[in-house]
């Protein structure tokens, strides 16, 4: 397979088939962040789509940061403006659509990556993607939907502090990626997962997450704030929650939080 190594918006655009994601599409050779630099684009419209080769402040959940050297992954960032007062389930809308681009692109038996709730991608590596959802200021109802994949990294192209944790598309598969077809991918599964989820609603949301996760049943350790809750991970209930039942029996549904699974 011949790789690109730049991320041709042409390419990106032929024939993508989407009735909203990618309506318009620019890429970047360097950003700090795709998710800033598209809070600052919200006039262009929705399903505007940012891209760049590289960010120099990629920004993780919880305040953390993302990793995001040139030439290797992808940093993705989309607008939307979501017709509903209750947008928190398009958290994982993208996460649906994350997992299903990826397994619709690798289309190997061996290739189970997974999402860990609310949002992360997994493989049994470690972890191959992450999405970071931001309001775009007060009320105004934009919403920026930020993912980062580690595609054609090797171990060594990660910091000592990912070493063991994180896992990259190459590292999974053997094989070199083309980023752009990944990105296209991942556009069209954004496109047609959100307008599921604006026909079909939430409980149909809730049910397709649940079939790409392996969390229920396990034991895991919630941080939300300064406090831990530990328990068994059970199901998400009709809103997107997490429900997990703790040591004393009884149930709590967490609309936020970190969420680790005990080894
Ligand atoms: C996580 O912590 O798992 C979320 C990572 C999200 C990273 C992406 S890369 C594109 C977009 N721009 C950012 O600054 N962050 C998100």
């Not at 994601?21 to 800033?36: H, I, K, M, P, R």
């Not at 891209?51 to 990793?67: F, L, V």
């Not at 997992?99 to 609310?118: I, M, N, T, Y």
Request: hydrophobic share 40%.
């Amino acid at each position: 397979m011949s790789l690109q190594p730049t991320l041709s918006v042409s390419r990106i655009k032929e024939n993508l088939g989407t009735r909203l994601f990618g309506a318009e599409v620019l890429v970047f050779d360097e950003v700090e962040s795709t998710n800033d630099l598209a809070k600052r684009h919200v006039g262009r419209g929705e399903g505007l789509i940012l891209i760049a080769d590289a960010q120099t402040q990629g920004k993780g959940r919880s305040g953390r940061s993302w990793h995001s050297p040139g030439g290797l992954g992808i940093y993705l960032s989309a607008l939307l403006k979501p017709p509903t007062p209750h947008p928190a389930p398009l958290t994982l809308m993208a996460g649906v659509a994350g997992v299903s681009a990826l397994k619709a692109f690798v289309a190997r038996p061996s290739f189970e990556p997974f999402l860990k709730w609310p949002n992360d991608i997994l493989t049994h590596n470690g972890k191959l993607a992450g999405i970071l959802c931001e309001w775009c200021g007060g009320e105004s109802g934009w919403l920026v939907i930020g993912i980062g994949i580690n595609v054609n990294h090797r171990a060594a192209d990660f910091p000592p502090s990912l070493a063991g944790q994180a896992t990259s598309l190459q590292m999974e598969t053997g094989a070199p990626i083309d980023r752009v077809e990944l990105i296209r991918s991942l556009i069209v599964h954004l496109d047609r997962e959100y307008h599921n989820w604006l026909l079909k609603g939430t409980a149909d949301l809730v049910k397709k997450w649940s079939d790409h996760t392996e969390m229920f049943g396990k034991k895991i350790t919630l941080r939300r704030g300064d406090s831990l809750f530990e328990g068994t991970a059970e199901r998400l209930d009709g809103q997107g929650r997490l429900v997990v039942r703790l040591a004393t029996g009884s149930e709590m549904a967490f609309d936020g939080g970190e969420a680790t699974l005990s080894p």
